[in-house]
């Protein structure tokens, strides 16, 4: 049987993260490990090292860790953000970076980083253009592997985090998926634990190289996640 993975999850209180935890409850093949702001809800039967840290001591985390793949899923939302642009930008672009740079900086290999459809440094739309930057700093910090994932519409509860129009998007989105064709495919919902399945088997794999995945890649990824074994 070969050695679990040490993976770290970073982002745990959010939506994917909480998703990644549920994933990786009675899997042999994973050591999880996550580094967080804030204590989170953990999944009943979790086996996890889990340690509450400011950012500014994540390096020190991560040097005694050793994890060999990060899942980074850190992201605020506009209204948790005070609507505030810079508050935004700490969070979604100079957080993910620090915690990228932090990871590289001690012997992390594998990085997989929960980013958004559309994420275009060139857009006119702030949210879509810093997680554009963002994904653009990332591939120059030359992980030997780097995944970015970019989902369509995350479908799962937030805890009343919730705007009226993105809780009618994807009351929506089983009906709005079908018309969804071609080139619109990546902005189809899917549901948040599809992606944390992806995140938990790219991080598995050792395959050099930069990859970027829409909502059909990360839905085929997630369909490579070995099953459970039951006993």
């Known amino acids: 049987m070969s050695e679990a993975l040490r993976l770290c999850l970073v982002g745990a209180t959010g939506l994917i993260g909480g998703k990644v935890m549920e994933e990786c409850v009675g899997r042999e093949d994973v050591r999880l490990q996550a580094i967080a702001r804030r204590e989170a809800k953990l999944p009943q039967g979790i086996r996890i090292e889990y340690f509450v840290a400011d950012p500014d001591k994540w390096s020190e985390v991560f040097e005694a860790l050793r994890p060999k793949a990060v899942i980074c899923a850190l992201g605020t939302t506009w209204k948790k953000s005070g ?6 930008r700490a969070v979604d672009k100079d957080l993910v970076l620090a915690t990228a740079k932090a990871a590289l900086d001690n012997g992390v290999d594998r990085f997989v980083a929960v980013s958004s459809v559309g994420a275009d440094a060139a857009s006119k739309n702030f949210y879509l253009r810093v997680k554009g930057e963002t994904e653009r700093e990332l591939t120059r910090l030359r992980f030997p592997r780097l995944d970015i994932l970019r989902p369509g519409l995350l479908i799962g509860d937030r805890e009343n985090d919730r705007r009226v129009g ?5 009351a929506a989105a089983p009906v709005a998926n079908l018309f969804m064709h071609g080139k619109y495919r990546q902005y189809r919902g899917i549901k948040s634990e599809m992606v944390a399945k992806a995140a ?22 997630a369909n490579t996640l070995p099953a459970l074994v039951e006993n």
Do not use: P, S
Request: glycine share 6%.
């Open 166 to 170: 993105e809780r009618l998007g994807i």
């Open 83 to 88: 609507e505030d642009e810079a508050a935004f």
């Open 200 to 221: 938990i088997a790219l991080a598995k794999r050792a395959a050099r190289g930069r990859f970027v995945h829409d909502n059909d890649a990360i839905l085929r990824a």
